[in-house]
């Protein structure tokens, strides 16, 4: 309780003075860990909480490098439950292994018996089941490959330099609003 307190203060303080961009300290990949996923180095995990690795936490592997904003992950499947007057015990589990380097956009839905392959990228709101190989833009419901992350970054190379991205939050408002005319 003292050492939730402490946490939030603690970021309400590195917000204040450092700015938004510094708020992600490694809270929430702590977090995860204590409930029992497994989780490599250098993860951001950004508006994560324990609900969000289902009740078997100890299921989910994820690498190194691995992004993730407010995503959900599922590792049983409930439709059993219309089997239970006949069979009281059914229930059905699985395993969600994330590779290294890998981005998952903003509430994407990750079930049961998935693997993202290394290198991939998650679109924001993507369902994700099934195995994927590496360097895959994943993207739909259900995720579906929609090009490599190659392509991906070919595509949008031009797009991606900002040179803001470090700078105080003041700043870097001032050259995103400029460039978009805003
Ligand atoms: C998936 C993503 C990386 C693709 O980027 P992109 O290659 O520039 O995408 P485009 O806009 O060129 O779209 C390519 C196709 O994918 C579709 N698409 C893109 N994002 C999608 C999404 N989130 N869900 C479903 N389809 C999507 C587009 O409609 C388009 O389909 P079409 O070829 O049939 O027209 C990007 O859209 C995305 O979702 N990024 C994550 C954003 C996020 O969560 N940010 C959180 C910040 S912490």
Not at 21 to 26: A, E, G, P
Request: aromatic share 12%.
């Amino acid at each position: 309780m003292v050492k939730s307190a402490w946490r939030r203060l603690s970021k309400l303080f590195i917000y204040l003075f450092k700015g938004g961009n510094y708020v992600y300290s490694n809270y929430n990949t702590d977090e995860a860990r204590r409930i029992g996923v497994k989780v490599g180095e250098n993860c951001r995990f950004i508006a994560t909480s324990a609900t969000t690795f289902s009740t078997e936490p100890w299921l989910i592997e994820i690498g190194n490098h691995v992004s993730m904003t407010n995503p959900l992950f599922i590792t049983h499947d409930g439709g059993v439950w219309v089997f239970r007057n006949q069979y009281p015990e059914i229930e059905l589990f699985g395993k969600i292994k994330i590779g290294n380097n890998v981005f998952i956009g903003s509430e994407a839905l990750i079930l049961l018996n998935t693997e993202i392959g290394d290198n991939s990228i998650i679109a924001a709101r993507a369902v994700v089941k099934g195995v994927f190989e590496p360097n895959s833009v994943l993207a739909g419901v259900p995720a579906r490959r929609i090009c490599s992350v190659d392509e991906y970054f070919e595509k949008n190379k031009d797009r991606f330099s900002w040179n803001a991205r470090h700078l105080p939050s003041e700043q870097k408002r001032s050259i995103i609003c400029e460039k978009l005319g805003v």
